[in-house]
Structure formats: structure tokens, C-alpha cells
């Protein structure tokens, strides 16, 4: 399966809710998208239910299949609650971790200014938007992208809330991974205990 480019409003449809991010064409509706979205439906099953919710999350990160699966086999092999250590490693991805600091207006963003090597992490560039970042590392702006209008705009115009678990500077455009988030500073409407028993069949 090749990773998602369509309508992205018609995704956030399909969950109910704006999973990329604030859209001026999203509204909410009781029904699905298409044709016969309004039409009478059957009561969706459990598994449909924690299908739905492993979707959700796939489409909100930006992860293929295989990807997801491969995470989800990392955090059960940590110590904690793993679908809360799932949600800790998808924050601590470098694109995610872009987004979250402004750099970019959405997820799909910040994957193209990593794969454009115009983000350093420690002041290398990297150039791997699945990079997880550890502890105390320094993700900044690639010091020829810093006049970069589309990563200014952003900045200047960046609505995402500031968070506990990341710090930014301003003036020398780089920010610091405190430390993976606790679920509590997750704003993400995911129900990881779906996930977690739909891998557990």
C-alpha cells in the first residue's frame, strides 16, 4: 500500500474529526463521506471498532501498514503500558516532533522539509522523518533553509500550542526533545487500548 496523498478532508470525515489538523473545509456531519454515506447502516463490530481506531491513528501520524505494525512490536517490548508507549514513540517520530514545534503546518509538511535535509537534529542534518528522537536532542532549521518562506509562515503563523515536553527558541530556530510525553500531554484523540487488543488476536 503506497502512503496516502488524496482528499485529506475526506479522511477526517471517515473518523469524525479533524486528524490532520485545523481544515476550513472540514464539518462535521453524523454520516460518512460518498455517495451513500447517509444511507442505513449496520452496527459496526468490535473489530471494526479497533480497525477504525488503528486507521485513525495510521492516517493522523502518516504511517504505512508495515511501519505501524514494527512500532507496535517496539512498544511492547518496553517497559509501561504499551499503547501509551505506542502514542510516546509516533510523538517522539522527527516529523512529528517538527510539527509540534511549528516548523511545519502538518505532519505532511514536516515529512517533506526532513526529507529535504532542511531539519538538523544536533546539528547534523537527518533526513529520515521515522527518526525517533532520544532524551535532550536538539532539532533545529538547517541553517541555508532558515529564509525558507514556507518554514517562516509557518512559524509566524503557528497556532500549535506549546509543550511541556518540547522547548523552543525563537531566535536561533531549534528546539529541545525534553523527553517522550506522558499520555496525559498528548492532545490526540486515540483510543490506544483499541489498538492494543486488535494486535492482541
Known amino acids: ?59 493522523t501520524y502518516g504511517l504505512l501498514e508495515k511501519q505501524f505494525r514494527n512500532l507496535f512490536k517496539k512498544a511492547t517490548s518496553k517497559k509501561g503500558i504499551t499503547g501509551e508507549v505506542l502514542l510516546g514513540l509516533l510523538e517522539s517520530r522527527l516529523d512529528n516532533v517538527v510539527y509540534r514545534m511549528g516548523i511545519a503546518p502538518t505532519r505532511a509538511a514536516a515529512r517533506q522539509l526532513v526529507l529535504h535535509r532542511h531539519i538538523t537534529v544536533d546539528g547534523s542534518v537527518v533526513n529520515i522523518p521515522s527518526y525517533t528522537l532520544k532524551p535532550d536532542q536538539i532539532v533545529g532549521v538547517r541553517e541555508k533553509s532558515k529564509s525558507l518562506e514556507v518554514i517562516n509562515t509557518s512559524l509566524s503563523n503557528s497556532s500549535v500550542q506549546k509543550y511541556s515536553w518540547l522547548e523552543w527558541d525563537e531566535s536561533a530556530m531549534q528546539g529541545k526533545f525534553l523527553n517522550m510525553p506522558e499520555r496525559s500531554e498528548i492532545p490526540e484523540n486515540i483510543k490506544e487500548q483499541l489498538i492494543v487488543e486488535l494486535y492482541s488476536k
Open 1 to 59: 500500500m503506497a502512503r496516502y496523498i488524496g482528499p485529506r478532508t475526506k479522511i477526517a470525515r471517515k473518523f469524525g474529526e479533524s486528524i490532520y489538523g485545523p481544515d476550513k473545509n472540514f464539518e462535521r456531519k453524523n454520516y460518512p463521506p460518498g455517495q451513500h454515506g447517509n444511507s442505513r447502516r449496520r452496527k459496526t463490530s468490535e473489530y471494526g471498532v479497533q480497525l477504525k481506531e488503528k486507521q485513525k491513528a495510521k492516517y
